[in-house]
């Protein structure tokens, strides 16, 4: 019975015996890893990327909306007149249902802002105090103002960070004045920055008023005092965002009167559901690097299994010595096995290393984040151990089946 | 211990060459003491080869029955047959057969490795086979810096390492000049008289009047089989 030692070291031995073919060898395995790392690398870094810009618009988040899905063309609610179905009142009913967190009715409006003599065209979102735990925002400069501040329609604004850059670039935007249609608002704080959406909006080019305020001040007075554009809803769990769903889309119909048949006059979106979608077409994007990279894995193997090929040939006076001399089928099964293990393993770390500073390279020159999981870099290399063993299985048997007499025989 | 080493009966082997069976050995009986040192001779094809690679446990008979060492070789499996080769026979071959990347030392540690003996020991082991065999100095030689006759040495040694029952030895001056050969020869008859059984192969009769036992073959068959004279104690 031959030592692992003595194995390990006999296999090494007949690797540097030849290092040029040897390092050709695995050369194939290390392109063919080096291409696998760099490719899903740069596949996960888009989709972190993609997960990273959804989920800034708010974790655990419903945002209901009025008017039916758009699927299938455009098909509004018929009746409803498709545009103020939702009211203060629908907000509060939500905010008694079981897992909600909090519940934030809003109302969106465009508006022209002067301020520090410059000129900016924003959106304007009249909110209450609940948005901003609703959204996962938070101030990062003065403050958000309070419930009786929001009751009373105070003309105060927080500002978003891209229009706190815009017109407040040298001085500190708390305190200072801007004109909002004609009136004129208070500044008492600033938001945290979100960066771009999924969608690619600047989610920071906003101004937050109170709900009230906007209703009455800003959106003008031809829409109905009660009704919002938008009900923010935050479940306390991932777990329970699809039921809660189901509860939100059960409330309303009942509220709108919205009998069985009938289309509903709002939508319930589910924003980790987009997530999710977003997140599974960037991953299958990235299956798919992955595996026309695997396939130059699998070429890498096939020189591999020529190369043994042609080593045992050349070695069957070899072999036959050592079968004479005592080696046991399993002994040179295991030598020759080694040997292509050990190429495509030292191909694959080799091919890890590379692979890695290829990902780097180019999630840099994308501007992507760089994800390198332990986990794919184990596979990288299980996976080149893995081809190893399958494409130097055959050569190895060649050569453990060999005759002793016949192989000693040869020149 | 036994007093018979090799137990030969009616030992046939056949080879199928397209419609034709040709038979290597027809019948084959004949008994080897420890501590014997004998000849096989006789022409080409007489059956010589094949003898030795059923007495070296590379191949095994059609019929008949072979016990080495108390080993029916018949009944031994593929992995027995590993064992059998690596603990109880030491080969030794006309063209040496030096693995060439290794030294001298590392060539004679090859069977004890298969043998499963550590590192130390086993260094230790050929190094002192090597210093029997007079290759002392040129341990970390490599095959090629070797002449003819030393790497016969160095072959010699490595059959020996595995301390075995019996070497065998195919035409091992076949390969060299006469010279170097008698100081072959005379190193076999050294370790014969030290004990070690061996079984040589040649069609050369000088090599066989250096032995003290000369079988002779002819189309398979033993055709006559004397102690020579001259040596015999
Ligand atoms: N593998 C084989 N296949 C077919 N015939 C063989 C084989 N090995 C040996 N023979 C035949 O068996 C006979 C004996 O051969 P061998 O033992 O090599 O004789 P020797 O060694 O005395 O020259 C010869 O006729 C040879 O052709
Ligand atoms: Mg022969």
């Known amino acids: ?411 | 211990m036994m007093a018979t080493l090799i137990e030969a009966n009616n030992l046939v082997k056949l080879y199928q060459m397209g419609d034709e069976t040709v038979h290597a050995l027809d019948g084959v009986s004949f008994s080897v003491p420890r501590g014997d040192y004998c000849a096989i001779v006789g022409p080409s094809g007489s059956g010589k080869s094949t003898m030795m690679n059923i007495l070296g446990g590379l191949d095994t008979p059609t019929s008949g029955r072979i016990v080495i060492d108390g080993a029916d070789i018949a009944e031994l499996s593929d992995e027995q047959l590993a064992g059998f080769r690596n603990k109880t026979i030491g080969f030794i071959f006309q063209s040496f057969n030096l693995l060439p990347r290794l030294s001298a030392l590392e060539n004679v540690e090859l069977p004890m490795i298969y043998g499963g003996v550590l590192p130390k020991e086993r260094r230790e082991r050929a190094a002192e086979l090597l210093h029997r065999v007079g290759l002392g100095e040129r341990m970390g030689h490599r095959p090629t810096q070797l002449s003819g006759g030393q790497q016969q040495r160095v072959a010699i040694a490595r059959a020996l390492a595995g301390r075995p029952a019996l070497v065998l030895a195919d035409e091992p001056t076949g390969a060299l000049d006469s010279n170097t050969g008698k100081e072959i020869l005379a190193l076999f008859s050294q370790l014969n008289s030290e004990g070690a059984t061996i079984v040589i192969v040649t069609h050369d009769h000088e090599v066989a009047a250096a032995t003290r036992r000369t079988i002779e073959m002819r189309d398979g068959h033993i055709v006559s089989d004397r102690q020579n004279g001259s040596r015999a104690a």
Not at chain 1, 206 to 228: F, H, N, W
Not at chain 1, 230 to 243: D, H
Not at chain 1, 259 to 270: H, I, P, Y
């Open chain 1, 1 to 411: 019975m031959m030592r692992t030692a003595d194995l390990v070291s006999s296999a090494s031995r007949a690797l540097r015996s030849n290092p040029l073919r040897s390092a050709l060898t695995a050369l194939g395995v290390i392109i063919g890893v080096a291409s696998v790392v760099a490719m899903v690398a740069l596949g996960s870094g888009a989709q972190a990327m993609v997960e990273r810009s959804i989920a800034s618009l708010g974790s655990n988040l419903l945002i209901v909306v009025p008017g039916a899905q758009q699927s299938g063309g455009v098909r509004m609610a018929q009746g409803g007149g498709g545009r103020d179905t939702l009211t203060l009142d629908d907000a509060e009913a939500i905010g008694q249902l079981e897992g909600v967190l909090a519940v934030a009715p809003s109302q969106r409006s465009g508006a022209q802002i002067v301020a520090n003599g410059l000129n900016w065209n924003t959106r304007i979102e009249g909110v209450t105090p609940s948005y901003l735990l609703a959204r996962d925002w938070d101030v990062a400069q003065g403050r958000f103002f309070d419930e009786s501040e929001e009751r009373q329609a105070r003309r105060v604004v927080v500002l978003g960070a891209t229009v706190a850059r815009e017109l407040f670039a040298n001085v500190d935007p708390i305190g200072q004045t801007m004109r909002i249609n004609g009136g004129s608002y208070e500044v008492i704080g600033v938001l945290t920055s979100k960066g771009q959406s999924g969608f690619g909006m600047d989610q920071d080019d906003i101004v937050l008023a109170p709900l009230t305020t906007v209703k009455r001040r800003i959106s003008g007075r031809q829409r109905r005092a009660d009704t919002v554009s938008q009900i923010s809803v935050k479940a306390g769990s991932e777990g329970e965002l699809n039921r809660l769903q189901e509860d939100v889309e059960n409330l309303l119909r009942e509220r709108h009167r919205i009998r069985a048949g009938d289309d509903d006059d709002f939508t319930v979106q589910n924003l980790s559901s987009i997530t999710e979608t977003a997140a599974q077409t960037t991953q299958v994007f990235t299956y798919l690097l992955g595996g026309i990279s695997a396939v130059s894995l699998l070429v890498g193997g096939i020189g591999i299994m020529n190369i043994m090929l042609v080593s045992v040939t050349e070695r069957t006076r070899e072999i036959g010595l050592r079968k004479a001399l005592g080696a046991r089928q399993s002994d040179i099964l295991h030598q020759f096995s080694l040997e292509a293990v050990t190429l495509s393993l030292a191909g694959g770390m080799i091919g890890l290393a590379l692979g890695v500073a290829g990902a780097w390279a180019m999630t840099s020159l994308f501007n992507l984040p760089l994800v390198i999981s332990p986990q794919n870099a184990l596979m990288a290399i299980a996976f080149s151990g893995l081809v190893g063993v399958l494409f130097g299985a055959y050569p190895a048997w060649r050569a453990a089946k060999l005759d002793p007499i016949e192989a000693l025989r040869r020149e």
